[in-house]
Nanobody, 123 residues
């Protein structure tokens, strides 16, 4: 069974940094696009950043220049380096990935979510 497990969240002061990680485990043939989403209390989930299997990245305007998404394909791990954090970055951050599980033999991808990790930025 495929799982995505996030880590690295916590409490940080405004201007500080955090690095999130998301490890994919289980019977995986390949991983296509990966992404980070976030959901603040009382708000809809929003896309933060994406990275393709080839390393091409895209960011929400609100985090451009402050956040960096990256992946280690050998470790099936996704990262989000967050710098210059602001109180408005406070949210639960979720990892998302399109993964071809073993039973697909690589012929199709399924979309998976992690359980989320809380990031709180104090002013």
């Amino acid at each position: 069974q495929v799982q995505l497990v996030e880590s690295g969240g916590g409490l940080v002061q405004a201007g500080g940094s955090l690095r999130l990680a998301c490890a994919a485990s289980g019977s995986i043939v390949s991983i296509n696009a990966m992404a980070w989403y976030r959901q603040a209390s009382g708000k809809q989930r929003e896309l933060v950043a994406t990275v393709t299997s080839g390393g091409r990245t895209n960011y929400a305007d609100s985090v451009k220049g402050r956040f960096t998404i990256s992946r280690d394909n050998a470790k099936n791990t996704l990262y989000l380096q967050m710098n210059s954090l602001k109180p408005e970055d406070t949210a639960v951050y979720y990892c998302n990935a399109d993964i071809a599980p073993q039973h697909s033999s690589g012929t199709y991808y399924l979309n998976y979510w992690g359980q989320g990790t809380q990031v709180t930025v104090s002013s």
